[in-house]
């Protein structure tokens, strides 16, 4: 394994730990934190190992992650304004243009809107599912594109993303008895 590609793989796995510790958060402001990390070093690690879109699609993840970040702590009980929810979303369908190379290249321009979305919206459930969702489409993807590490985060989003949404929903139902 040559030095850049190992470069790339244990950015991933900083990228998956990183991610972890995000989804268990129960703030939406340190979510959104955790997964600005997590999306720069898969948009890194993407990069070394020549995956485009996917490191394109993660990196404008990031910036749409410390935007939103900084939006929500600047105004805890509004709303991130509408306008950044259609910026990211047309940035990533352009980004999504450029960088097509096939049918597989779609996935993850789909999951950047996905995430913008559901970032977008006050309820951090809404992120939980989402993360959960998406994370099959991109286990999809790196099993075709050859990011076997991320692979492995894959499985570990999907197990650590049902454990977060049973557990914020069992805390939810008890708060609201």
């Known amino acids: 394994m040559s030095n850049s590609v190992f470069l790339g793989q244990f950015c991933c796995v900083l990228a998956i730990v990183v991610w972890t510790v995000s989804i268990q958060n129960k703030k939406k402001e340190n979510i959104l934190y955790f997964q600005f ?36 702590r600047k105004n805890k009980d509004k709303q991130i304004s509408i306008s950044w929810l259609f910026i ?39 992120l939980r599912i989402v993360f959960l969702l998406t994370a099959f489409l991109w286990l999809y993807y790196n099993i075709t594109m050859g990011a076997y590490v991320a692979v492995g985060g894959n499985i570990l989003e999907i197990i650590s993303g049902t454990i977060s949404i049973f557990r914020f929903n069992k805390k939810e139902n008890r708060s609201e008895n």
């Open 37 to 72: 990390l997590s999306n720069m070093l898969y948009g890194i690690s993407y990069f070394i190992l020549g995956i485009t879109t996917g490191a394109i699609m993660d990196t404008l993840g990031g910036l749409r992650c410390f935007v939103f970040y900084c939006q929500t």
């Open 88 to 126: 990211f979303c047309i940035i990533a369908i352009i980004c999504g243009i450029i960088t097509y190379d096939g049918i597989i290249s779609i996935i993850p321009t789909i999951i950047c809107i996905f995430y913008t979305i559901s970032s977008w919206m006050k309820d951090a459930k809404w």
